[in-house]
């Protein structure tokens, strides 16, 4: 397992993370309904009362390949309130093409890079 580094304060910044203004990357499956496809990707985080989206700290990812056809993908986070020892769970996701693999990819590169631009006051 990778293991992510996160920074200090990653269970604040995940308590308070707002909706960003410039609109995040969205790719819908195909075999999602229309209406789903079409969210707005406001309406589709889930929020908390006072309208900020509800995330938590990512602690590593692994990947595999499966069968030469699909990435499977496990996420492993925590949450506020644990003794911080291991990861809370995890997420175990699978990308099921090369190409959608690739959209995934460059879009974590691509918010990288706002990320970088924006620390260094860009």
């Known amino acids: 397992m990778r293991n992510a580094s996160a920074p200090r304060n990653a269970l604040a ?46 602690v590593g990812y692994e990947t595999r390949v499966v069968e030469n056809r699909a990435l499977a993908l496990r996420l492993p986070f925590m949450m506020q309130g644990d003794d911080q020892t291991r990861p809370s769970g995890s997420l175990q996701l699978i990308i099921s093409s090369a190409d959608d693999v690739r959209d995934f990819g460059q879009a974590l590169i691509d918010a990288a890079d706002r990320i970088e631009k924006r620390s260094k006051g860009a």
């Open 13 to 58: 910044l995940a308590k308070t993370a707002e909706i960003p203004q410039q609109p995040p990357r969205n790719r819908s499956p195909a075999g999602c309904r229309p209406e789903i496809r079409t969210m707005a990707m406001d309406d589709a985080w889930t929020k908390d009362d006072k309208g900020n989206i509800i995330v938590f700290p990512l």
